[in-house]
């Protein structure tokens, strides 16, 4: 099973069912009358540095999402809502001029503005030392969810790529802005309005990972395919471009990774692909690219750029050569048949 289902189906979903725990914490400026779960401690701190406004804060989508930074305390502000979950261990959260120790099972709701933690690990004090956690995190865009989880041990802190999920559903969007909206609020009973929408929300979510309706910058396989072993060198290779294709590859590190020498396994790769591994990575970057084009409203620039292009107009050449359309042409034709159907 994908572990992020495993997380949804074995943790994520049946908390938000058991309506007997208080799990929610609303990220404010001022915390110290807020409520908090059982287990959870709010420490003051203060917030070392500046506030750094960022420019350019575009990431992934067609809109802004960082506003600023404070690079010395580790925090940033964001345009976006934010959810932050504490799936495994006891994690230390950042937001404002406040530390939050959570207990597993705790949901944490970022608004818009609201400084927070930026990178890990979500380990703070004593927990540096023998702490650990997993953490799993959603923003809503414009056109889609992103979802993605990550560990901490000690000092130590992996975020890989591979579990970063992008899913397509306006509906689940919806949920989310409207969960986002009640907490903010804050009036009478909006915890169990809050916990009703988070349900629905994670449920969805995992439907849609389920049916396969996502792109993520590791592998996308529906699954069905999980339990065929991957056995044959073509598939092993299959496999390798789905997990690393957003990197910038060089065939000698390729090879050495599957015991190889360079000359071996390009004559290999074509003996069982009948191509070479440049032309297999760039007909999965196209496909890849035609279907955020498609599924989502980034920008060229966006697009090229996660797909594991470094220059935009080679991509757009490329592109245009592949698919005998621009990426903005070839977008706008799918917008006008999808509409016409």
Known sequence: MKPMLQILRASVIPWLADNSEERLIVARPSMEETPLPQGATLSPRGIKGKRIIVKDGRNLANQRLINARWPEANLHEITLPKLACVVNGQADYLFGKYSVRCEKGTFILIPPGMAHQ???????????????????????????????????????????????????????????????????????????????????????????ITAGHYTLSGPRKHLEDQTRPKTSFAEQLHEYIELNFTHQLKISEIAAQMYLSTPHFCRRVRQETGTTFGELLTRYRIERAQELLRETDWTVIAVAKHVGFRSTSHFQELFRHRVGYTPIEYRHKKTIKSQSQ
């Not at 690990?121 to 956690?133: T, W």
């Open 118 to 208: 930026r990178t890990g690990p979500f380990l703070d004090g004593d927990n540096l030392v023998h702490g650990y956690c997993t953490t799993l995190f959603t923003f809503a865009y414009s056109h889609g969810i992103l979802l993605w989880f990550c560990n901490s041990r000690g000092s130590q802190h992996v975020n890989a790529k591979v579990n970063n999920y992008l899913i397509p559903n306006m509906a689940a969007v919806q949920i989310f802005r409207l969960m986002m909206a009640e907490a903010v609020a804050g009036a009478n009973g909006f915890v169990p309005v809050c916990n009703g929408l988070l349900s629905a929300f994670f449920s969805l979510l995992e439907r849609e």
